[in-house]
């Protein structure tokens, strides 16, 4: 079972989840003048994106957002996020250097083939398939 629930709070997605957070006050800070935390702006970005994080087909094994086939943002937060990291990608080396370190090395990932995704599907057909016999 690789796509299973009990796997969403596994470490890659909780460290995609750290370095957006880091990435996102970095950008408010600098931007909109948040000492501390996002604006209700940036925070609501950032909630949109952990959203799109929660219902990653590919859990786990989710490439870097821009390598991916399946493009879940809606057109203007995409442009928001890609702006945000543009932004803060750079920065974040000497302010978090290991998160950067790993975004960078998960950057290198391709995206595995949508046919992951609907092995689900084809798993549970198979299981429903050999209980029918049975
Ligand atoms: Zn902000």
Redesign the pocket.
Known sequence: MRLGQDQKGGTRLARERATMAAMMSLY?RD??G?RSG??D??SHLLDYANRRLDTCPFGEDKPACSKCLVHCYSASQRERVREVMRYSGPRMVFRHPILSLYHLLDKGRKAPPLAIIRRGCSTAAASAARAAKS
Do not use: G, L, T, V
């Open positions: 408010c931007h909109h948040h996002c604006c702006d940036c």
